[in-house]
Protein backbone atom coordinates (compact mmCIF):
# COMPACT_ATOMS: atom_id res chain seq x y z
CA UNK A 1 0.00 0.00 0.00
CA UNK A 2 1.72 3.66 -1.26
CA UNK A 3 1.98 5.62 2.02
CA UNK A 4 1.44 9.31 1.49
CA UNK A 5 2.46 11.34 -1.12
CA UNK A 6 3.58 14.75 -1.12
CA UNK A 7 4.72 17.06 -4.35
CA UNK A 8 7.30 18.87 -5.05
CA UNK A 9 9.45 17.74 -2.09
CA UNK A 10 11.38 21.06 -2.08
CA UNK A 11 10.79 24.44 -3.72
CA UNK A 12 12.34 27.98 -3.57
CA UNK A 13 9.88 31.02 -3.84
CA UNK A 14 10.41 34.49 -3.29
CA UNK A 15 8.61 37.17 -1.26
CA UNK A 16 4.97 37.93 -2.54
CA UNK A 17 4.38 34.80 -4.93
CA UNK A 18 2.44 31.99 -4.15
CA UNK A 19 2.68 28.47 -3.75
CA UNK A 20 0.58 24.89 -4.10
CA UNK A 21 1.55 22.01 -2.22
CA UNK A 22 -0.22 19.15 -2.86
CA UNK A 23 -1.24 15.52 -1.10
CA UNK A 24 -2.37 12.28 -2.18
CA UNK A 25 -3.49 10.59 1.11
CA UNK A 26 -3.11 6.47 1.81
CA UNK A 27 -5.69 4.84 -0.21
CA UNK A 28 -8.98 5.02 1.33
CA UNK A 29 -8.18 7.62 3.93
CA UNK A 30 -10.56 10.41 3.94
CA UNK A 31 -9.51 12.41 6.21
CA UNK A 32 -5.97 14.74 5.64
CA UNK A 33 -4.37 17.19 7.82
CA UNK A 34 -2.06 19.19 7.40
CA UNK A 35 1.01 20.99 9.33
CA UNK A 36 3.75 23.52 9.38
CA UNK A 37 7.06 22.67 10.98
CA UNK A 38 9.60 25.22 11.57
CA UNK A 39 12.58 25.44 13.99
CA UNK A 40 11.19 28.01 16.01
CA UNK A 41 7.45 27.43 16.42
CA UNK A 42 7.88 23.56 15.57
CA UNK A 43 4.64 21.75 14.46
CA UNK A 44 1.78 23.67 14.28
CA UNK A 45 -1.59 22.28 12.89
CA UNK A 46 -2.94 24.20 9.54
CA UNK A 47 -5.96 22.40 8.99
CA UNK A 48 -7.77 18.95 8.60
CA UNK A 49 -10.17 17.94 5.66
CA UNK A 50 -12.83 15.22 5.75
CA UNK A 51 -14.49 14.38 2.47
CA UNK A 52 -13.75 17.61 1.01
CA UNK A 53 -14.99 19.61 3.88
CA UNK A 54 -12.92 21.59 6.08
CA UNK A 55 -13.44 20.14 9.49
CA UNK A 56 -10.55 21.77 11.58
CA UNK A 57 -8.58 25.07 11.56
CA UNK A 58 -5.58 26.21 12.98
CA UNK A 59 -4.40 29.80 13.90
CA UNK A 60 -3.13 31.13 10.48
CA UNK A 61 -3.93 33.77 8.57
CA UNK A 62 -6.19 33.72 5.82
CA UNK A 63 -2.97 33.56 3.78
CA UNK A 64 -3.16 29.84 4.02
CA UNK A 65 -5.77 27.90 2.28
CA UNK A 66 -6.58 24.52 1.16
CA UNK A 67 -8.90 21.96 -0.44
CA UNK A 68 -10.07 18.39 -0.76
CA UNK A 69 -10.95 16.64 -3.62
CA UNK A 70 -13.21 13.85 -4.09
CA UNK A 71 -10.72 11.43 -4.43
CA UNK A 72 -9.39 12.72 -1.39
CA UNK A 73 -6.12 14.18 -3.01
CA UNK A 74 -5.80 17.47 -0.93
CA UNK A 75 -3.90 20.97 -1.74
CA UNK A 76 -2.56 23.54 0.63
CA UNK A 77 -2.07 27.08 -0.55
CA UNK A 78 -0.10 29.91 0.66
CA UNK A 79 -0.54 33.29 -0.82
CA UNK A 80 1.64 36.12 -1.25
CA UNK A 81 4.49 34.09 0.52
CA UNK A 82 6.79 35.86 3.86
CA UNK A 83 10.04 34.93 4.82
CA UNK A 84 8.61 33.45 8.03
CA UNK A 85 6.62 30.79 5.39
CA UNK A 86 9.67 28.98 5.05
CA UNK A 87 9.00 25.83 6.50
CA UNK A 88 8.96 22.26 5.89
CA UNK A 89 4.99 21.25 5.54
CA UNK A 90 3.68 18.24 6.17
CA UNK A 91 0.35 16.39 5.35
CA UNK A 92 -0.81 13.33 7.12
CA UNK A 93 -4.20 10.96 6.13
CA UNK A 94 -6.46 9.02 8.65
CA UNK A 95 -8.42 6.33 8.64
CA UNK A 96 -9.11 5.75 12.23
CA UNK A 97 -7.10 6.50 15.47
CA UNK A 98 -3.54 6.72 13.33
CA UNK A 99 -2.27 9.64 11.56
CA UNK A 100 0.46 8.52 8.74
CA UNK A 101 2.78 11.49 7.71
CA UNK A 102 4.27 11.90 4.12
CA UNK A 103 7.87 13.47 3.85
CA UNK A 104 6.74 16.53 3.63
CA UNK A 105 7.48 19.70 1.08
CA UNK A 106 10.37 21.96 2.39
CA UNK A 107 9.45 25.44 1.25
CA UNK A 108 12.33 27.73 0.90
CA UNK A 109 11.04 32.27 0.58
CA UNK A 110 14.17 34.12 -0.25
CA UNK B 1 -4.93 26.05 27.45
CA UNK B 2 -4.03 22.94 25.76
CA UNK B 3 -0.31 22.33 25.47
CA UNK B 4 2.45 19.64 25.35
CA UNK B 5 6.03 20.05 27.45
CA UNK B 6 8.70 17.99 26.64
CA UNK B 7 11.38 19.70 29.48
CA UNK B 8 14.54 18.01 27.19
CA UNK B 9 15.88 19.68 24.07
CA UNK B 10 18.33 17.30 23.70
CA UNK B 11 19.30 14.21 25.11
CA UNK B 12 22.64 11.68 24.67
CA UNK B 13 22.80 8.69 25.67
CA UNK B 14 25.02 5.43 25.02
CA UNK B 15 24.28 2.58 22.83
CA UNK B 16 22.80 -0.23 25.04
CA UNK B 17 21.17 2.00 27.80
CA UNK B 18 18.12 2.98 28.86
CA UNK B 19 16.40 5.88 27.60
CA UNK B 20 13.23 7.76 29.13
CA UNK B 21 11.55 11.17 27.19
CA UNK B 22 9.55 13.38 29.12
CA UNK B 23 6.31 14.63 28.22
CA UNK B 24 3.89 16.48 29.97
CA UNK B 25 0.40 18.11 28.99
CA UNK B 26 -1.98 20.54 30.07
CA UNK B 27 -5.68 18.98 28.56
CA UNK B 28 -9.07 19.63 29.76
CA UNK B 29 -10.51 15.80 29.13
CA UNK B 30 -8.73 12.65 29.27
CA UNK B 31 -6.98 13.13 25.50
CA UNK B 32 -5.47 10.84 22.97
CA UNK B 33 -1.94 10.92 23.65
CA UNK B 34 0.62 9.94 21.18
CA UNK B 35 4.71 9.66 20.54
CA UNK B 36 6.12 10.50 16.88
CA UNK B 37 9.16 9.75 15.89
CA UNK B 38 11.18 11.83 12.89
CA UNK B 39 14.24 10.96 11.74
CA UNK B 40 16.40 13.95 9.23
CA UNK B 41 14.54 14.82 6.28
CA UNK B 42 11.48 12.67 7.03
CA UNK B 43 7.79 12.72 7.98
CA UNK B 44 6.93 11.56 11.09
CA UNK B 45 6.39 7.60 12.11
CA UNK B 46 3.93 7.28 14.66
CA UNK B 47 5.43 5.09 17.98
CA UNK B 48 2.66 4.27 19.75
CA UNK B 49 -0.77 5.90 21.01
CA UNK B 50 -2.76 5.60 23.85
CA UNK B 51 -6.74 6.11 23.91
CA UNK B 52 -8.12 4.52 26.72
CA UNK B 53 -7.23 0.78 29.00
CA UNK B 54 -4.21 0.16 30.16
CA UNK B 55 -2.09 2.85 31.34
CA UNK B 56 1.39 0.91 29.54
CA UNK B 57 1.45 0.79 25.88
CA UNK B 58 3.57 -1.00 23.67
CA UNK B 59 4.94 0.64 20.61
CA UNK B 60 7.43 -0.32 17.86
CA UNK B 61 10.85 -0.56 17.81
CA UNK B 62 10.85 -1.63 21.87
CA UNK B 63 9.22 1.30 23.02
CA UNK B 64 6.67 1.56 25.50
CA UNK B 65 5.02 4.64 27.22
CA UNK B 66 3.08 4.96 30.74
CA UNK B 67 0.01 7.51 31.18
CA UNK B 68 0.13 8.52 34.54
CA UNK B 69 -3.02 10.68 34.72
CA UNK B 70 -2.11 12.27 38.33
CA UNK B 71 1.06 13.82 37.03
CA UNK B 72 -0.58 14.90 33.19
CA UNK B 73 2.64 12.65 31.65
CA UNK B 74 3.00 10.54 28.94
CA UNK B 75 6.93 9.47 29.00
CA UNK B 76 8.11 7.70 26.68
CA UNK B 77 10.76 4.60 27.41
CA UNK B 78 13.16 2.36 26.03
CA UNK B 79 15.39 -0.22 27.61
CA UNK B 80 18.13 -0.52 25.18
CA UNK B 81 18.83 1.94 23.10
CA UNK B 82 20.46 1.19 19.83
CA UNK B 83 22.30 4.00 17.49
CA UNK B 84 19.49 3.90 14.91
CA UNK B 85 16.84 5.38 17.64
CA UNK B 86 19.11 8.80 17.20
CA UNK B 87 16.31 11.04 16.15
CA UNK B 88 13.94 13.71 17.15
CA UNK B 89 11.07 12.55 19.23
CA UNK B 90 7.65 14.08 19.44
CA UNK B 91 4.67 13.77 22.10
CA UNK B 92 1.48 14.71 20.82
CA UNK B 93 -2.07 14.87 22.59
CA UNK B 94 -5.67 15.74 21.24
CA UNK B 95 -8.86 15.14 21.74
CA UNK B 96 -8.78 12.69 18.54
CA UNK B 97 -6.43 12.50 15.48
CA UNK B 98 -8.12 15.48 13.30
CA UNK B 99 -6.26 17.67 15.24
CA UNK B 100 -2.96 17.15 17.06
CA UNK B 101 -0.76 19.69 19.45
CA UNK B 102 2.75 18.82 19.56
CA UNK B 103 5.47 19.24 21.77
CA UNK B 104 8.17 21.16 21.00
CA UNK B 105 10.45 17.73 20.45
CA UNK B 106 13.42 16.12 22.17
CA UNK B 107 16.85 15.81 19.51
CA UNK B 108 18.08 11.82 20.91
CA UNK B 109 21.83 11.53 20.03
CA UNK B 110 23.40 7.84 20.97
CA UNK B 111 27.07 7.20 21.28
CA UNK B 112 28.57 3.97 20.46
Known amino acids: KAGVTQTPRYLIKTRGQQVTLSCSPISGHRSVSWYQQTPGQGLQFLFEYFSETQRNKGNFPGRFSGRQFSNSRSEMNVSTLELGDSALYLC?????????FGEGSRLTVL | AQSVTQPDIHITVSEGASLELRCNYSYGATPYLFWYVQSPGQGLQLLLK??????LVQGIKGFEAEFKRSQSSFNLRKPSVHWSDAAEYFCAVGENTDKLIFGTGTRLQVFP
Open chain 2, 50 to 55: YFSGDT
Open chain 1, 92 to 100: ASSFTGELF
